[in-house]
T-cell receptor, first 116, second 112 residues
C-alpha cells in the first residue's frame, strides 16, 4: 500500500513550456485534490475531484487543467508555464482515518516545480 | 477559501521544552485538523477534532477544539529533535462540503 504517489519529484521548466504532474492513490478513495504550497502561504486548493468523472475548481485554478483519468489517477496540467507557477504541488486523496468514522485528506510527497 | 490565522509563525526551542501553537478563524468550524510536514515531504495528519471542547492526544501531542468553534490549539510536550518541521492547522466550515481551509504553518526548530 503506497498511499498517494506523485511524479516527478522535481521539475524545471522554461516559461511557456507545458507539462503534466501525475498523481495516483491505491487506497480506493473517491475524492482527490491538487494543492500548491508557496512560502508563507500555506496550502491553497487548485482543483478537486469528488468522484471519478467529476472535477471542480478550487481557490486558485487559473493556468491549470486537471483530468480524473480513473478512480486511481488525477493529473494536473500546466499548458503554458509561468514563473508565478513556481511552487510545490501536492496531491491528496480523502479516505477513512484511524478511527474509521471520519474521512480526511492524505497527502503525497509533492512535486517541486521551478519555472524560469 | 478562508485563510486561518496561525501563530506563532516560527519557534526555536531547546529539546525537552513544551510547545504551544494555535489557530483562529473568523467563522465557525465543525472540524479542526493538525498536520505535520517534515522537510521535503507532504503533510501528515496528526490529530483530528470534531466536537467543540474536545481534547485529544496522540503521544506527546495534545490538541483541543475551542468552545467557540473558532479556534484550536496544539501542544507538544517534552520536545525532541524529530519534532522539527512545519505544523499546519486546517479547518472545515459547516455546510462547506469537504473543503479544508489551511493556516500558514508554524515552523518548529528544536536544538539538542
Amino acid at each position: 500500500n503506497a498511499g498517494v504517489t506523485q511524479t516527478p519529484k522535481f521539475q524545471v521548466l522554461k516559461t511557456g513550456q507545458s507539462m503534466t504532474l501525475q498523481c495516483a492513490q491505491d487506497m480506493n478513495h473517491n475524492s482527490m485534490y491538487w494543492y500548491r504550497q508557496d512560502p508563507g502561504m500555506g496550502l491553497r486548493l487548485i482543483y478537486y475531484s469528488a468522484s471519478e468523472g467529476t472535477t471542480d475548481k478550487g481557490e486558485v485554478p487559473n493556468g491549470y487543467n486537471v483530468s480524473r483519468l480513473n478512480k486511481r489517477e488525477f493529473s494536473l496540467r500546466l499548458e503554458s508555464a509561468a514563473p508565478s507557477q513556481t511552487s510545490v504541488y501536492f496531491c491528496a486523496s480523502r479516505g477513512k482515518i484511524w478511527e474509521e468514522t471520519y474521512n480526511e485528506q492524505f497527502f503525497g510527497p509533492g512535486t517541486r516545480l521551478t519555472v524560469l | 477559501g478562508q485563510q486561518l490565522n496561525q501563530s506563532p509563525q516560527s519557534m526555536f526551542i531547546q529539546e525537552g521544552e513544551d510547545v504551544s501553537m494555535n489557530c483562529t478563524s473568523s467563522s465557525i468550524f465543525n472540524t479542526w485538523l493538525w498536520y505535520k510536514q517534515d522537510p521535503g515531504e507532504g503533510p501528515v495528519l496528526l490529530i483530528a477534532l470534531y466536537k467543540a471542547g474536545e481534547l485529544t492526544s496522540n503521544g506527546r501531542l495534545t490538541a483541543q477544539f475551542g468552545i467557540t468553534r473558532k479556534d484550536s490549539f496544539l501542544n507538544i510536550s517534552a520536545s525532541i529533535p524529530s519534532d522539527v518541521g512545519i505544523y499546519f492547522c486546517a479547518g472545515r466550515e459547516a455546510n462547506s462540503g469537504y473543503a479544508l481551509n489551511f493556516g500558514k504553518g508554524t515552523s518548529l526548530l528544536v536544538t539538542p
